[in-house]
């Protein structure tokens, strides 16, 4: 299929504002994601801390960390997701041009 220069010209400009929007949504989902993953980092330490203060006892510590650092795991694997994405929205629109 062939597009003559005004057509191409007007799908290009579209994909670029598509692009942009698609890309501040992830851009946007990011952030959120990084905002819980370091509020999670931010309980380890300062459990850590009560922990090494004889606040809280090993067990404890080890079960919740465990669950934190899980959940951890999976904004990373969303972060990653949403990066990916990301690209690939871009790869697939230059490629049908």
Do not use: P
Request: include cysteine; hydrophobic fraction near 35%.
């Amino acid at each position: 299929m062939r597009f003559d220069d005004e057509v191409l010209a007007w799908v290009s400009q579209a994909l670029r504002v598509s692009h942009g929007d698609e890309k501040q949504h992830h851009e946007d989902a990011v952030r959120r994601i990084q905002v819980e993953y370091d509020r999670l980092q931010n309980r380890i330490d300062a459990m850590y801390v009560d922990k090494l203060d004889g606040r809280i006892e090993t067990d404890f510590f080890d079960r919740k960390a465990s669950e934190w650092r899980e959940e951890q795991g999976k904004c990373l694997a969303l972060i990653r997701e949403h990066q990916d994405t990301n690209q690939t929205y871009l790869d697939e629109g230059i490629r049908l041009l």
